[in-house]
């Protein structure tokens, strides 16, 4: 059984997620479009804006894309990573996500850039959604790192109860179900992937990998490319590796 314990939710971070969550829902109303890494992008309402983190924008550019293999994006979003990984040659891309809003996000993005016929889409949490025998070559994940607590903070609007999904993991709950299934969904050479920041609770993170049978491992921080946080690419190896 994974140890869930860690060093508990930090205020700070707590605060920086809740204006994340109500800046984009005040400021994303009805769809519209944004500019990231060249392209145009579709967005709507309820799916969390790259517009106002950087995080999307450096992990995509940082992920070492399986070129000629299969690449799962967990928590798609508006599709940026899971369409860079299609445009940069992924022969297989599959995308899941918890909110409808954001699968269809995501399938809006994937027409834009003609890409359709490469990705799938499922709409679930996690892995849920996926086949039995569906393997990767490559997993990621740009997390909710922010703990809000075992509960978290009730939420009556469904739109900002979506963006809360892609901000907040209360207790690390979902964290502790992507480390518990991923090894089932690589393939042999499959590598595992986290977006991660310091706003997130590492302590907490490498209880949970270290029971689900992993060590972590940084592949590359923003530094000082993102003022005021880090985001850390992180890569989960197996503890026999």
Not at 124 to 153: Q, Y
Not at 186 to 214: E, K, N, P, Q
Request: proline fraction near 5%; aromatic fraction near 8%.
């Amino acid at each position: 059984m994974m140890v869930s314990s860690g060093t508990g939710p930090s205020k700070g971070a707590v605060v920086r997620g809740t204006w994340l969550v109500s800046s984009t829902a005040a400021g994303v109303t009805e769809p519209t479009t944004f500019q990231l890494q060249g392209r145009q992008w579709d967005l709507l309402p309820g799916v969390f804006a790259p517009t106002y983190c950087a995080s999307t924008g450096f992990f995509t550019e940082s992920i070492p894309f399986p070129v000629g293999g299969s690449f799962l994006e967990v928590g798609s979003g508006a599709g940026v990573t899971t369409v860079t990984a299609a445009a940069k040659g992924c022969a297989r891309v599959v995308a899941t996500d918890i909110s409808a809003a954001a699968v269809e996000n995501t399938r809006l993005n994937a027409a834009r850039h003609g890409l359709s016929d490469r990705i799938e889409l499922y709409l679930g949490d996690v892995f849920d959604g996926l086949e039995p025998e569906e393997r990767f070559d490559l997993i990621f994940w740009n997390s909710p790192f922010i703990d809000s607590g075992a509960d978290g903070r009730p939420v009556h609007d469904d739109t900002r109860q979506r963006l809360r999904q892609a901000v907040f993991d209360p207790g690390y709950r979902a964290h502790e179900r992507y480390l518990a299934g991923a090894g089932a969904r690589l393939t042999a050479t499959g590598r595992l992937l986290l977006g991660f920041s310091d706003l997130g609770d590492r302590d907490m993170l490498r209880r949970l990998a270290t029971g689900a049978g992993y060590r972590i491992s940084t592949l590359r921080t923003s530094g000082d490319l993102v003022r005021g946080i880090d985001y850390q690419l992180l890569e989960l190896v197996p503890d026999d590796q």
